[in-house]
């Protein structure tokens, strides 16, 4: 069975500490795919949440003093429950309070997956990559070997976004092929795919690797189908869109359509 199969089968919870910018677009992309958000922040009750969680979320695109403890306290607890735990490292590189925040969860919580752009992922990784907000920006370099350096350095799997997905746990490689530019016209789509990876890993049943890769694949076949459906109407019609297509894509449709290949060693 596919993981996007379990995932529709599950309905995995997917507790989600998230930028005040895309918390409603990522609530309704998960609930279309076929999980369960919650987007739960308040530090009273998100150790609690995150236990009874298939998947942790943290993302710091908008960030203050009140969210880092709560993702700490969330991060912490999804460890100690052996849930897997997602970290959207938004802008890191971008400011010192990023770099210093995103610095600060790597040390204090195991990550089952990173997802970022190159420049962000190269950040946590110590590479020297040019940034621009919380862009990739322009940058020369081995991106593969960015990925697989920090999945090594942070034991767990590091996903790359950009033209073409790397997704790997430091000894394997996927590369995903899918997806469509018109999703950078879109605000949150990026974040809305960190939390689709957790729903994804939330039944991955252990193989971390192979639920990421299809999750980046899936969510790449779902944008080209809702790019040919909205044609030339621009990106408000195609992020509804999209969200239909995290409805609507079968694992047939998928399958047929998927360009996800395992790098040779």
Same mark, same amino acid.
């Given at each position: 069975? $596919?993981?996007?199969?379990?995932?529709?089968?599950?309905? /995995?919870?997917?507790? %989600? +500490?998230?930028? +005040?910018?895309?918390?409603?677009?990522?609530?309704?992309?998960?609930?279309?795919?076929?999980?369960? /958000?919650?987007?739960?922040?308040?530090?009273? &009750?998100?150790?609690?949440?995150?236990?009874?969680?298939?998947?942790?979320?943290?993302?710091?695109?908008? =960030?203050?003093?009140?969210?880092?403890?709560?993702? +700490? @306290?969330?991060?912490?607890?999804?460890?100690?429950?052996?849930?897997? *735990?997602?970290?959207? /490292?938004?802008?890191?590189?971008?400011?010192?309070?990023?770099?210093?925040?995103?610095?600060?969860?790597?040390?204090?919580?195991?990550?089952?997956?990173?997802?970022?752009?190159? !420049?962000?992922? !190269?950040?946590?990784?110590?590479?020297?990559?040019?940034?621009?907000?919380?862009? #990739?920006?322009?940058?020369?370099?081995?991106?593969?070997?960015?990925? +697989?350096?920090?999945?090594?350095? *942070?034991?767990?799997?590091?996903?790359?976004?950009?033209?073409?997905?790397?997704?790997?746990?430091?000894?394997?490689?996927?590369?995903?092929? %899918?997806?469509?530019?018109? =999703?950078?016209?879109?605000?949150?789509?990026?974040?809305? *795919?960190? #939390?689709?990876?957790?729903?994804? =890993?939330?039944?991955?049943?252990? @193989?971390?690797? &192979?639920?990421? !890769? @299809? #999750?980046? $694949?899936?969510?790449?076949?779902?944008?080209?189908?809702?790019?040919?459906? !909205?044609?030339?109407?621009?990106?408000?019609?195609?992020?509804?869109?999209?969200?239909?297509?995290?409805?609507?894509?079968? /694992? &047939?449709?998928?399958?047929?359509?998927?360009?996800?290949?395992?790098?040779?060693?």
């Amino acid at each position: 069975m $596919s993981y996007l199969s379990k995932v529709r089968q599950a309905n /995995p919870l997917v507790h %989600n +500490i998230t930028n +005040i910018v895309v918390a409603n677009f990522t609530a309704n992309g998960l609930l279309a795919l076929g999980a369960s /958000p919650f987007m739960a922040d308040a530090i009273e &009750e998100v150790a609690d949440v995150a236990a009874m969680s298939g998947a942790v979320v943290l993302n710091i695109g908008t =960030l203050n003093e009140a969210a880092i403890a709560s993702m +700490i @306290e969330a991060g912490k607890a999804a460890n100690r429950h052996h849930v897997p *735990l997602v970290l959207d /490292p938004v802008g890191a590189g971008a400011t010192a309070y990023r770099t210093d925040v995103t610095a600060k969860l790597l040390s204090e919580l195991q990550l089952t997956a990173l997802r970022g752009n190159v !420049a962000e992922v !190269a950040n946590v990784a110590g590479e020297s990559w040019a940034s621009k907000g919380v862009d #990739a920006g322009a940058g020369e370099g081995d991106v593969v070997a960015l990925a +697989i350096k920090a999945a090594q350095k *942070l034991n767990c799997v590091v996903i790359i976004t950009g033209k073409e997905d790397i997704i790997t746990d430091g000894k394997r490689t996927y590369i995903a092929s %899918n997806g469509h530019a018109i =999703l950078t016209r879109v605000t949150g789509t990026g974040c809305l *795919l960190s #939390a689709v990876v957790g729903a994804f =890993l939330a039944v991955s049943g252990g @193989e971390v690797l &192979e639920a990421a !890769a @299809e #999750a980046l $694949s899936f969510y790449g076949v779902a944008a080209e189908l809702a790019a040919e459906a !909205a044609e030339a109407q621009g990106p408000g019609s195609f992020q509804i869109g999209f969200l239909n297509q995290l409805s609507l894509v079968t /694992p &047939e449709q998928y399958s047929s359509r998927s360009r996800l290949k395992l790098l040779e060693a």
